[in-house]
C-alpha cells in the first residue's frame, strides 16, 4: 500500500482546477505501484511501460469525472487494471483474456492437497534473485481472475471492499476469490518452501 | 467446527475479519488438528511472502517516459 498523502483530497481538487503541479505529486506518489501492478498483469516490461503511460494521459484526461468516492489511488488502480486488460487482449485474444470465473463444478476444488510444514523462514533457503522468480512464476501461473484479486489485496494492499470495487465485484465474490487465490499460491509454492523440499529452480 | 469449515474461514481469519465466537470455534480446532494448523501458517506465510513490500524504483527508461508524459500535458495546457 503506498503512502496515503495527507493532503491528497485538496491535491486532486487542485489537479482538477488544472494545477498540474498538482497531478504531478499525485502520479510520483503512485507511479512505481501502478507499474508493479501492470508488470504482475502483462509479465512484460515493455507492454507494462505502455500500460502506465496510457493509464497517466487517461486519468489526466478523465480528471474531472473523479467524483473523490473512492482514493485516488483506487481510481488509477481502476484504469489501470483496464488498460493491462486491453494489453492482454490485444496480444492474447478476447477470449482468452476475462475476469469471468468459470462456474465451479467441485466445490471442494479448492481444498488444500499438499499438507506440509514450511517451518518460520522458508524463504531464506533461497537468494533473494531466486526468492523473486519463485513468487513472480507462482502468480503468473493463478488464472487471471484470481490472479488479479491477489495482486490488488496482497501485493499492492488494497483492503478487500477497495478491491471489490475497483474490479467491479461483489464483497462475496471478491473474498471468495482472494480465498482461492491464496489456497492455490500456497499450493504453488509448497514444493520449494516445505521442510523436506529441495526443489531449486529449474 | 470441522475442516473444510476451517478452510472456507481462511481468509477471514488471516484477514482478522471473523466475529469472536466464530474464530474461538476456529483457533480450538487449530489446537487439536495439525493438518488445518499447517494449512493456516503456510497460507498465512504465503500472504507474508508477498505484501508489505516497497516496489522498486522505476527503470530510468520507464521514468523519462513519464516525465515526458506529464510535461507533455502541460505544454499542451498552457
Same mark, same amino acid.
Given at each position: 500500500?503506498?503512502?496515503?498523502?495527507?493532503?491528497?483530497?485538496?491535491?486532486?481538487?487542485?489537479?482538477?482546477? =488544472?494545477?498540474?503541479?498538482?497531478?504531478?505529486?499525485?502520479?510520483?506518489?503512485?507511479?512505481?505501484?501502478?507499474?508493479?501492478?501492470?508488470?504482475?498483469?502483462?509479465?512484460?516490461?515493455?507492454?507494462?511501460?505502455?500500460?502506465?503511460?496510457?493509464?497517466?494521459? +487517461?486519468?489526466?484526461?478523465?480528471?474531472?469525472?473523479?467524483? =473523490?468516492?473512492?482514493?485516488?489511488?483506487?481510481?488509477?488502480?481502476?484504469?489501470?487494471?483496464?488498460?493491462?486488460?486491453?494489453?492482454?487482449?490485444? @496480444?492474447?485474444?478476447?477470449?482468452?483474456?476475462?475476469?469471468?470465473?468459470?462456474?465451479?463444478?467441485?466445490?471442494?476444488?479448492?481444498?488444500?492437497?499438499?499438507?506440509?510444514?514450511?517451518?518460520?523462514?522458508?524463504?531464506?533457503?533461497?537468494?533473494?534473485?531466486?526468492?523473486?522468480?519463485?513468487?513472480?512464476?507462482?502468480?503468473?501461473?493463478?488464472?487471471?481472475?484470481?490472479?488479479?484479486?491477489?495482486?490488488?489485496?496482497?501485493?499492492?494492499?488494497?483492503?478487500?471492499?477497495? @478491491?471489490?470495487?475497483?474490479?467491479?465485484?461483489?464483497?462475496?465474490?471478491?473474498?471468495?476469490?482472494?480465498?482461492?487465490?491464496?489456497?492455490?499460491?500456497?499450493?504453488?509454492?509448497?514444493?520449494?518452501?516445505? +521442510?523436506?523440499?529441495?526443489? =531449486?529452480?529449474? | 467446527?470441522?475442516?473444510?469449515?476451517?478452510?472456507?474461514?481462511?481468509?477471514?481469519?488471516?484477514?482478522?475479519?471473523?466475529?469472536?465466537?466464530?474464530?474461538?470455534?476456529?483457533?480450538?480446532?487449530?489446537?487439536?488438528?495439525?493438518?488445518?494448523?499447517?494449512?493456516?501458517?503456510?497460507?498465512?506465510?504465503?500472504?507474508?511472502?508477498?505484501?508489505?513490500?516497497?516496489?522498486?524504483?522505476?527503470?530510468?527508461?520507464?521514468?523519462?517516459?513519464?516525465?515526458?508524459?506529464?510535461?507533455?500535458?502541460?505544454?499542451?495546457?498552457?
Amino acid at each position: 500500500m503506498p503512502v496515503h498523502l495527507d493532503n491528497e483530497t485538496a491535491l486532486v481538487a487542485e489537479a482538477q482546477t =488544472g494545477s498540474h503541479e498538482a497531478f504531478t505529486a499525485l502520479v510520483k506518489q503512485y507511479d512505481r505501484h501502478i507499474y508493479r501492478l501492470a508488470l504482475n498483469m502483462t509479465r512484460n516490461p515493455e507492454d507494462a511501460k505502455d500500460v502506465l503511460q496510457e493509464s497517466l494521459l +487517461k486519468a489526466y484526461a478523465n480528471l474531472a469525472r473523479f467524483e =473523490g468516492k473512492s482514493r485516488f489511488y483506487t481510481w488509477l488502480v481502476r484504469i489501470a487494471i483496464n488498460e493491462s486488460l486491453m494489453k492482454l487482449r490485444k @496480444t492474447r485474444g478476447q477470449k482468452e483474456v476475462s475476469l469471468e470465473e468459470e462456474p465451479e463444478t467441485d466445490e471442494n476444488s479448492f481444498m488444500p492437497r499438499e499438507i506440509e510444514d514450511w517451518g518460520p523462514s522458508p524463504e531464506e533457503r533461497y537468494s533473494q534473485v531466486e526468492l523473486q522468480e519463485i513468487l513472480a512464476s507462482a502468480i503468473e501461473s493463478l488464472e487471471l481472475h484470481y490472479r488479479v484479486v491477489f495482486l490488488l489485496r496482497d501485493v499492492e494492499g488494497l483492503s478487500t471492499e477497495e @478491491t471489490a470495487q475497483a474490479l467491479g465485484l461483489s464483497l462475496p465474490a471478491a473474498k471468495s476469490r482472494l480465498l482461492r487465490a491464496r489456497l492455490q499460491l500456497r499450493e504453488k509454492l509448497n514444493p520449494y518452501f516445505h +521442510k523436506k523440499g529441495d526443489y =531449486g529452480l529449474q | 467446527m470441522v475442516c473444510n469449515e476451517v478452510i472456507r474461514e481462511l481468509s477471514n481469519y488471516l484477514d482478522g475479519e471473523l466475529d469472536p465466537a466464530l474464530r474461538q470455534a476456529l483457533e480450538k480446532h487449530l489446537r487439536y488438528c495439525a493438518d488445518c494448523s499447517i494449512v493456516v501458517s503456510t497460507a498465512r506465510k504465503t500472504v507474508e511472502l508477498f505484501c508489505n513490500k516497497e516496489p522498486l524504483p522505476l527503470p530510468t527508461e520507464v521514468q523519462q517516459m513519464v516525465e515526458r508524459a506529464l510535461s507533455e500535458k502541460q505544454h499542451r495546457k498552457t
